[in-house]
């Protein structure tokens, strides 16, 4: 019996060891799954000994361990061989609880790959193992663990619904782990953030990351990293892209690679139009993924990289790179990337006008193969390919019928996708001759980008959006053009344009505590990042604005003015609307009694001529030498006559008549002023124009502002001379022009000026900045302040220039104002010679104080100005008038 109990006793010493062994190993999971540096010398340790001891439960969930060290190194395949071994392990073992947690784990790995069949298959075989296991031997967090890999795979194929009904369903189970809890709760504010949902997607985010934080600083940097891409889906873009950058820094000093956390910027920045921002990020993932030797996500990032060398027009480098990645998908036998790689080389070659008859059926081959994959949105953006292929190379048939399934798919899909969907029936119905259908599918995807721009919280980042209705814009005016009718022209022309400055957006309340701020010095900080200044506050709406509140599904499609109310709206002035269509400008010239459609210059000869304008006025700026600024003055006005006979001429304008100038995309540079003899007024749109009719007179109590900016010679001599124009001015001098006081003094005052040095920033006009005494201002900063007087005058470089992109937009310190409610600005689209600014301002200025408009003012004191110096011309040359007041 002493024997037998002592035998005993070592029978219970060793389950403890091996329970023992097997919580340890447990432990070793999660590490591996918040810290995978950490993780690994352990996890070999505790394989070797669980391997010693000959403990089949320990030695799976070590080789999960490891496998997860290697899936967060990208090594995919080395994670599935490992994962292999623990479902063999387990199996044979007949451990079927470990066989499905196991067989999970391989699922993810799996789907990482892009091997959608296989994941799901191993997740079908996961569950079928659990209804094997004897009841009570399976952890009751096990089932929500299954359930989040099924969720997964909806949320990687696109059927978002069904993923978001899964995961609130694992949230609501009590015994999810706290792992799943962070992915369910990650990956749900994915998800509603996707549908604009992003006060709750950030609720969902903030969540994650708070469970994060107690399980190791990699969970929690995946965390942060979903939260980056909402604060910048939401529109808060220096605070997300900061996130970014600190998430980066976390998995750098964690060991891992970047290049997935490349892919999430790059995926963040092209879903908002950043293009510039897409394309480093896209290219710095192919970078360091094919460094890395990871072919399978470098090849999809490459695909990423070809569409967006695409979309920023780039279609030479995007068909190299698509041919190249065809090729390595094909060796990879990876169909699903090979097709997207295909229809990528297709539309860059329909770009480069090189597509033939060839290419149909092999772009069909790969709508096709997209579709059975079941990826929607790939697919609908396939047979769009295919069915504009198929018309450019005569192919008609084939062609409607591709663009038709494009259409039936892209209804079943989200909303940006229906507005493919609006394009490809649009295509069709132009190439069937059918005018008002093609007008009527364009106006209907119009409307559908219009509800996802109410979605979006700035101005910024609506601009970008109307990129998306580009080519539906373009093919509604073709349509109505051939109609002729001047009417519907204009009123297309004025509902594809200038939508983000036609919405209302928060006014950021004034710190009456603050001098120049923490908030704004974070601000400049971070103000080489493109993004939004500040988080959005109240929605407090102010006098003057020209829309309607963000979220308002339908407030960003408006019906403009028609003509009769034009006509009172212009009072005797001469509309022209300038439109660009199939590479020509036209434009609509609305008269005191009739409107009238003009076809205008190539646009290609447009450019060119003021190419060369902007090059003089260059040189006139700073000239090296008399010669030199004599030959620079002979070629800005040889340019001047060209774009005026390019521009103007063909309208059949009196030489008195007061004209309303509408630009579009490049003609925003034009210095329109100075190409014809009467009054110009200047604006985005005329629905702009018009709203600025309703302040054309002071506000009671409102009074004028003077500012000074620092580093200019005159700036100081320029407010005290004004200060002469206007005796009850506040003048602010250099050294006084703190940013807090400034945009306080402007967000009261009736006409404002600031002499102020401009910083232009053409990648990112809405970081264009101001310089004060305590430092830049920018355009962003201003405009979410609400910093609008009824009327401005910008002594500053380059004030003017705003940018115009795809869509009909335009950015910058001119739009940002009439956006918040100024009703009238003058700024220059070039630099401004400081010294000799000072009499233009003041004659600007004495007309205004007599109660001029700023196209009457600006006019009478430009024909004052000495043109004779070369800073009086460029001064006399490039200063504009926008808005009615």
Known sequence: MAGHGRAGARSSAEQEDADALVIHTRRIVDLATSDPRDAEPAARSALEAAQHAGHPTAVALALRALAAVHRARLEHAEAERLLDRAVAVSRRAALPGLEA????????????????????????????????????????????????????????????????SRYRRIAADPHRSPDVAVRVANNLAMVLAARGAFEEALASSDEAVRIAAGLGRVTLAVARQTHAWITVHEGRLTEGMAEFEEVAATYARAGLPLGEYHVEVADAMA???????????????????????????????????????????????????????????????????????????????????????????????????????????????????????????????????????????????????RVRGRLARATAARAAG??????????????????????????????????????????????????????????????????????????????????????????????????????????????????AAPGDATADWREPPGLTALRQALDGRVLVEVGRCEGRYVAVVVGRR???????????????????????????????????????????????????????DPLGLAADDELVVVPVGPLHGVPWAALHDAPVALSPAATAWVATTARTTPANGAGTVLVAGPGLTAA?????SLAAVHPAARVVGAAESRTADVVRALAAADLAHLAC?????????????????????????????????????????????????????????????????????VASIAAVPDVEVVDLMLGLHRRLAGGATMAHALHAARAEADRDTPAGFVNWCTFGAHGAA
């Open 101 to 164: 947690e196991v067989r999970g784990a391989r699922a993810a790995v799996r789907l990482e790959q892009g091997r959608v069949s296989a994941a799901r298959n191993d997740v079908s075989l996961a569950l079928k193992a659990l209804g094997r296991a004897a009841p009570g031997t399976i952890p009751a967090a096990l089932g929500a663990y299954l359930e989040l890999q099924l969720a997964v795979l909806d949320h990687n194929v696109g059927r978002l619904r069904e993923a978001e």
């Open 757 to 825: 040095h401009g910083v232009p920033r053409a990648d990112n006009p809405m970081f264009s900045s101001l310089v004060l005494a305590d430092g830049p201002v920018t355009v962003q900063q201003l405009h979410r302040a609400g910093a609008a007087p009824r009327r401005l005058v910008l002594a500053s470089c380059h004030s003017g220039a705003d940018v115009a992109y795809a869509g009909d937009e335009v950015l910058g310190f001119v739009s940002a104002m009439l956006a918040r409610g100024t009703a009238g600005v």
């Open 434 to 547: 059918d005018g008002p259908r093609t007008v009527r599918q364009a106006r209907a995807g119009l409307r559908d980008l219009a509800a996802h721009r109410g979605t979006l919280p700035t101005m910024e980042l609506r601009a970008l959006a109307s990129g998306h209705g580009a080519e539906l814009g373009q093919i509604g005016l073709a349509a109505l053009l051939r109609e002729g009718s001047p009417a519907r022209v204009l009123r297309w022309m004025e509902q594809t344009r200038a939508a983000a400055l036609l919405a209302r957006l928060p006014v950021e309340p004034a710190d009456e505590h603050a001098g120049p701020s923490e908030g704004w010095a974070a601000l400049r900080a971070t103000a080489a990042t493109r993004g939004a200044a500040v988080p959005a506050g109240t929605d407090r709406d102010r006098p003057g604005h020209l829309g």
């Open 271 to 417: 879903d908002l139009r950043l293009l510039p921002e897409a394309v480093r990020a896209a290219q710095a993932a192919v970078d360091e993924l094919t460094s890395a030797g990871v072919w399978l996500m470098a090849v999809e990032a490459q695909v990423r990289l070809a569409r967006l060398h695409l979309e920023s027009g780039d279609a030479e480098r995007a068909h190299l790179l698509a041919t190249e990645v065809v090729r390595r998908s094909g060796a990879q036998h990876r169909a699903a990337w090979r097709h997207r790689a295909r229809v990528v080389d297709v539309q860059a070659r329909l770009a480069l006008g090189r597509v033939v008859v060839a290419d149909v059926p092999a772009v069909r081959r790969a709508a096709v193969g997209l579709e059975r994959a079941g990826d929607l949105t790939a697919a609908a953006e396939a047979y769009l390919v295919t069915g504009r292929a198929a018309l450019s190379v005569g192919r008609s048939a084939a062609g409607r019928d591709a663009l038709a399934r494009a259409g039936r798919l892209a209804d079943r899909g989200p909303l940006l996708l």
């Open 594 to 648: 009739r409107a009238r459609v003009v076809e205008l210059a190539p646009a290609d000869a447009v450019a060119e001529a003021q190419r060369a304008l902007v090059f003089a006025l260059r040189r006139l700026a700073d000239p090296r030498s008399p010669a030199s600024a004599a030959a620079a003055r002979t070629s800005a006005e040889l340019r001047l006559r060209t774009l005026r006979a390019l521009l103007l």
């Open 716 to 720: 100081q001599e320029e407010v005290e």
